[in-house]
Structure formats: structure tokens, C-alpha cells
């Protein structure tokens, strides 16, 4: 917190000012990043990993390093990070949107895990534009218990019960929601306040709320619905750090003596890296003391917290995206089991086999729109004519004369399989299992209304950045014909 202070301190001189919300999204990460660090050493040593893998991709493969500086990635490689919370009630998730709205972050995505027999429908809060992005990337994936999904109906209502006592903000952060809604802004001294309230929000309690009794009857439903109910607040289950090399720190992971999961998710490694790839670290058992009716406490086993690394690769179009899916589950269904320890090698060849119809150069991907890019003019070669614009066949003719180049647009969401799995393997027992899936319908509606607000389609999104830098380039490229 002392740091994050300091450098508000710093970057602004005048107190009456408001503070970006970039500004305020980028200093919360900073505190978040601290304190999981010291609830979660472990979670440190993976930082560790992940820069040391990091700095020797950069050193020895300069046309990386060459394509994060067109892109502005290079500044911001270290503060990549994401974390997941999970919540219990309407009025969390509402409430939480607002809190996000006050750091930048909105929600984009709908993902319903039911159907991989997780309980939960979820969202990302993030920034939305690319300068924001480019500020700040921290994003929180927000996930909703589906209590409806609880059959035993006695059980559910002790569940509501213990969700409806409890209250996750402290008064003074929704204080300052309020007032950052009705001012439009935050000066420092309160931002400097909302960020260490609302910080609470995401803080490990080690004392229990509930009885072991109920908390034992929860989690033989699920392992998630005692993770939710059974706390006082939505304590971060895990940050991640983004890698230039997801494979090496997996392997990194084992000789430092911190245990991931069994496998990588997402797509297999390629020459030209597509939406995302993720592993883990198995979530460690925490004690834990469980509130009993006398108002004792028993102590008690809890598995929910780890650390995570990520590998971010290019964002897919509609089309992109449902090739990336039929390729993975057909590497899937050909497997014929949930990917674990013990098939994993096999697992990594029929993906690899899957994928090699999935184009592995940008170039491709663009002219058979798989993928999302931004343009750029390429000073030194313009001459051409600037009344084609409009026509693709002609902007592939520009690529091709290197009047224009093009970066791959990063995939700044989740993917519903890969986060099933992640969720999984941080469960007691999980991994070895195959959870049968929820037959519950997805309800994004549901979730809409919980939230108070529609979901941004992140398609759309990633569809006006590269439109956005088209025009730019386009205007650029006129400029100087
Ligand atoms: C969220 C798991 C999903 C990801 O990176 O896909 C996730 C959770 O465990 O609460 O974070
Ligand atoms: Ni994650």
C-alpha cells in the first residue's frame, strides 16, 4: 500500500483533481498484487519464475521483443496480471460492477461453466479501449453461484441464509462508490482511501462463518459452494501474471518445487500464439476454523487459493473462434476423456495434430479473416492510391507491398473450457474427475439482471480497435501519399 501511495503521490501534484480511473485500476492492482504476495508466498515465487522465463524470451528472440514495442506490450508485460473472485448474490455482483466502474473496469463476456459441471455463470471486468488497456490491463473474471443448481432444498436455503448475512464492502467503499457516481471522479486522498476499502473486499479470512457441519454438507455438493457460502467475502483466488513462454515456466514450475496442474489449457503451442493458454499451480490447503453454534471455533481444512500464468496470443473473429472450437473439441472427444496427469502427453499430440488446420501465420489468419489486427503505415513506402481504401483485396495488396503492417490485436477475455479446467483442478479432488456437466440452461438474461447491466460483446469490441487503427492508418498513409 505504501508504494502505491507514493507513486499516486507523485504522478499528481494538484489534491482537488480527479485521479483516471486508469490511474486508480493500475494502483489497486499494484496493492492487490502485494497483499496476495504475502497471503500467498508461493504465489511470489511464481513472479519470480515468470520474469526470469520472460527476460530470456526477450533476449534471445528479438523479433518478439521488435512486435511488443509496435504494439506498446513491452511496458506493460509485467503488469499483466488477472484475478478471479467468486460471489454469492445479486446485490454482490451489482454492488461490484460498481466498484469496478470506479477503477475503468466494465463487463465484457458471458461465460456459462454449468455445462462442465462448474456452478457458477461469470464475466470479466476490464478496461475497454486500447489506450485503457494499454494503461492498465488488470482484469477480475467475477463469477455468480448458481444456487439454483443446489437440488437439496434445505440446503439451499441455509446457503441463501449465510449469503444474506454477510456483507462484503465496508461502509466506507460503498461510500465512495456513491461519490465517485455523483462527482464523476475521485481526488487523491479519496482514492487513495477507496483503494485500500475496497481492497478488503478481497481479503482472506481465516475464521469461517459457518459451522463445519454445513460447510462439510456444502461442499459434498460442490467444492465451489462451500468456496462462496462458507466465507465472510470473495476472497482473490488467484492472480496471473502474463508469460512470454508458457511451456517453460510449466516446466519451471516443477524444478522450483511449486506443483501445477496437469495441464496446459487452451490451444496447443504455435509459431503465431492464438487467443490463450493457462496453467496453474494446485490451490493449497489452508486451515481454516469453523464457527459452531456455541460460538466456538473447530478448525478445519480449506483448498481454494493459487497462482496462475498466462500466454495471450491474437483475438479471434466469429470465424477464428469457431474454428479454434471445433478443433478443440475434436481433440477432446478424440482423447475421449477430461485431459489429466495421465493422458497429458497424448493430449498435447492430438491437439497439435487438431490444430494443424488452424493457420500459423499472421498473414493468413488476416487474409482469411481467423483474427483480429491492428494497422499501421509504414512511413518509408508510401505511394499508393488512396481512393482503394476501401476494398480488402487492396489492403491485402498494401500488406503485400509493405505499405502497411499488421500487429495481431491481443485476446484480452477468457475461454469457458480453459476456465472450467482452471476451476477444476483447484477443487479438492478435481482433475482426476470428470464432473458431470449441469443440464441447467445457460442464462446470461439472469446474470444481466443480477448485474444491473448488459455485458459488453467482446467481439464487438475487438471489431472497433481494428477498425479504429484501419482509419488511422488509412488517414496516415493519404496524409503522406
Ligand atoms: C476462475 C477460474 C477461471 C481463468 O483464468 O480462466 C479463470 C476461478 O477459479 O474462480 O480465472
Ligand atoms: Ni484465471
Redesign the pocket.
Given at each position: 500500500m505504501d508504494n502505491a501511495s507514493a507513486s499516486i503521490n507523485s504522478a499528481f501534484t494538484n489534491n482537488d483533481d480527479f485521479i483516471s480511473s486508469d490511474d486508480i485500476r493500475h494502483e489497486f492492482a499494484l496493492a492487490m498484487s502485494a497483499m496476495y504476495q504475502q497471503e500467498v508466498p508461493l504465489y511470489g515465487d511464481l513472479l519470480d519464475l515468470v520474469d526470469e522465463v520472460n527476460t530470456e524470451v526477450l533476449a534471445k528472440q528479438p523479433d518478439i521483443k521488435e512486435q511488443l514495442e509496435y504494439t506498446g506490450e513491452l511496458a506493460r508485460l509485467s503488469m499483466e496480471r488477472?484475478g478471479?473472485i467468486?460471489l454469492g448474490t445479486a446485490d454482490e455482483l451489482s454492488t461490484m460492477r460498481r466498484l469496478f466502474a470506479v477503477m475503468g473496469m466494465y463487463p465484457v463476456g458471458y461465460y456459462d461453466l454449468a455445462p462442465a459441471g462448474v456452478p457458477v455463470h461469470s464475466t470479466a471486468f476490464r478496461a475497454i479501449d486500447a489506450e485503457a488497456l494499454s494503461n492498465s490491463p488488470f482484469r477480475v473474471?467475477t463469477?455468480l453461484l448458481r444456487l439454483d443448481l443446489i437440488t437439496d432444498e434445505v440446503l439451499k436455503q441455509q446457503a441463501k441464509a449465510a449469503l444474506s448475512k454477510r456483507k462484503i464492502f465496508t461502509d466506507q467503499a460503498i461510500a465512495l462508490i456513491d461519490k465517485f457516481e455523483s462527482q464523476g471522479g475521485l481526488n487523491l486522498a479519496d482514492t487513495k482511501q477507496f483503494i485500500i476499502e475496497a481492497l478488503e473486499t478481497f481479503r482472506w479470512h481465516e475464521q469461517a462463518p459457518i459451522s463445519k457441519g454445513l460447510y462439510q454438507q456444502l461442499a459434498d455438493q460442490h467444492a465451489l459452494i462451500a468456496d462462496v457460502v462458507g466465507f465472510k467475502g470473495p476472497h482473490i483466488?488467484?492472480l496471473?501474471p502474463r508469460t512470454l513462454d508458457i511451456d517453460a515456466v510449466q516446466q519451471g514450475m516443477q524444478a522450483r518445487g511449486i506443483p501445477p496442474k496437469a495441464i496446459i489449457e487452451g490451444p496447443p503451442k504455435r509459431d503465431c500464439p492464438i487467443l490463450l493458454r493457462?496453467t496453474s499451480f494446485k490451490a493449497l490447503e489452508e486451515a481454516v476454523s469453523f464457527k459452531n453454534e456455541q460460538g466456538s471455533y473447530e478448525q478445519g481444512q480449506h483448498t481454494a487459493r493459487f497462482g496462475?500464468i498466462e500466454q495471450r496470443g491474437v483475438a479471434l473473429t466469429s470465424k477464428g473462434r469457431a474454428l479454434y472450437d471445433k478443433l478443440l473439441n475434436k481433440a477432446r472427444h478424440q482423447l475421449g476423456a477430461t485431459p489429466n496427469q495421465n493422458n497429458a502427453s497424448d493430449y498435447y499430440e492430438i491437439l497439435a495434430k487438431s490444430f494443424a488446420a488452424f493457420p500459423d501465420d499472421y498473414q493468413t489468419m488476416h487474409d482469411e479473416g481467423l483474427a483480429y489486427f491492428y494497422y499501421q503505415a509504414v512511413e518509408q513506402s508510401i505511394n499508393v492510391d488512396a481512393k482503394t481504401r476501401l476494398a480488402k483485396a487492396e489492403i491485402t495488396q498494401l500488406i503485400n507491398q509493405g505499405a502497411i503492417r499488421i500487429e495481431p490485436i491481443v485476446y484480452e477475455d477468457?475461454l469457458p473450457v480453459?476456465?472450467a479446467g482452471?476451476?477444476q483442478s483447484?477443487l479438492k479432488n478435481a482433475e482426476q474427475n470428470d464432473e458431470p456437466g449441469y443440464k441447467g440452461n445457460s442464462n446470461k438474461q439472469e446474470f444481466e439482471q443480477a448485474l444491473g447491466a448488459q455485458v459488453y460483446d467482446e467481439l464487438a469490441l475487438y471489431e472497433a480497435m481494428q477498425a479504429q487503427s484501419l482509419k488511422q492508418c488509412l488517414t496516415a498513409i493519404e496524409r503522406c501519399a
Amino acid at each position: 500500500m505504501d508504494n502505491a501511495s507514493a507513486s499516486i503521490n507523485s504522478a499528481f501534484t494538484n489534491n482537488d483533481d480527479f485521479i483516471s480511473s486508469d490511474d486508480i485500476r493500475h494502483e489497486f492492482a499494484l496493492a492487490m498484487s502485494a497483499m496476495y504476495q504475502q497471503e500467498v508466498p508461493l504465489y511470489g515465487d511464481l513472479l519470480d519464475l515468470v520474469d526470469e522465463v520472460n527476460t530470456e524470451v526477450l533476449a534471445k528472440q528479438p523479433d518478439i521483443k521488435e512486435q511488443l514495442e509496435y504494439t506498446g506490450e513491452l511496458a506493460r508485460l509485467s503488469m499483466e496480471r488477472h484475478g478471479a473472485i467468486r460471489l454469492g448474490t445479486a446485490d454482490e455482483l451489482s454492488t461490484m460492477r460498481r466498484l469496478f466502474a470506479v477503477m475503468g473496469m466494465y463487463p465484457v463476456g458471458y461465460y456459462d461453466l454449468a455445462p462442465a459441471g462448474v456452478p457458477v455463470h461469470s464475466t470479466a471486468f476490464r478496461a475497454i479501449d486500447a489506450e485503457a488497456l494499454s494503461n492498465s490491463p488488470f482484469r477480475v473474471f467475477t463469477s455468480l453461484l448458481r444456487l439454483d443448481l443446489i437440488t437439496d432444498e434445505v440446503l439451499k436455503q441455509q446457503a441463501k441464509a449465510a449469503l444474506s448475512k454477510r456483507k462484503i464492502f465496508t461502509d466506507q467503499a460503498i461510500a465512495l462508490i456513491d461519490k465517485f457516481e455523483s462527482q464523476g471522479g475521485l481526488n487523491l486522498a479519496d482514492t487513495k482511501q477507496f483503494i485500500i476499502e475496497a481492497l478488503e473486499t478481497f481479503r482472506w479470512h481465516e475464521q469461517a462463518p459457518i459451522s463445519k457441519g454445513l460447510y462439510q454438507q456444502l461442499a459434498d455438493q460442490h467444492a465451489l459452494i462451500a468456496d462462496v457460502v462458507g466465507f465472510k467475502g470473495p476472497h482473490i483466488n488467484h492472480l496471473t501474471p502474463r508469460t512470454l513462454d508458457i511451456d517453460a515456466v510449466q516446466q519451471g514450475m516443477q524444478a522450483r518445487g511449486i506443483p501445477p496442474k496437469a495441464i496446459i489449457e487452451g490451444p496447443p503451442k504455435r509459431d503465431c500464439p492464438i487467443l490463450l493458454r493457462q496453467t496453474s499451480f494446485k490451490a493449497l490447503e489452508e486451515a481454516v476454523s469453523f464457527k459452531n453454534e456455541q460460538g466456538s471455533y473447530e478448525q478445519g481444512q480449506h483448498t481454494a487459493r493459487f497462482g496462475e500464468i498466462e500466454q495471450r496470443g491474437v483475438a479471434l473473429t466469429s470465424k477464428g473462434r469457431a474454428l479454434y472450437d471445433k478443433l478443440l473439441n475434436k481433440a477432446r472427444h478424440q482423447l475421449g476423456a477430461t485431459p489429466n496427469q495421465n493422458n497429458a502427453s497424448d493430449y498435447y499430440e492430438i491437439l497439435a495434430k487438431s490444430f494443424a488446420a488452424f493457420p500459423d501465420d499472421y498473414q493468413t489468419m488476416h487474409d482469411e479473416g481467423l483474427a483480429y489486427f491492428y494497422y499501421q503505415a509504414v512511413e518509408q513506402s508510401i505511394n499508393v492510391d488512396a481512393k482503394t481504401r476501401l476494398a480488402k483485396a487492396e489492403i491485402t495488396q498494401l500488406i503485400n507491398q509493405g505499405a502497411i503492417r499488421i500487429e495481431p490485436i491481443v485476446y484480452e477475455d477468457f475461454l469457458p473450457v480453459s476456465a472450467a479446467g482452471i476451476f477444476q483442478s483447484n477443487l479438492k479432488n478435481a482433475e482426476q474427475n470428470d464432473e458431470p456437466g449441469y443440464k441447467g440452461n445457460s442464462n446470461k438474461q439472469e446474470f444481466e439482471q443480477a448485474l444491473g447491466a448488459q455485458v459488453y460483446d467482446e467481439l464487438a469490441l475487438y471489431e472497433a480497435m481494428q477498425a479504429q487503427s484501419l482509419k488511422q492508418c488509412l488517414t496516415a498513409i493519404e496524409r503522406c501519399a
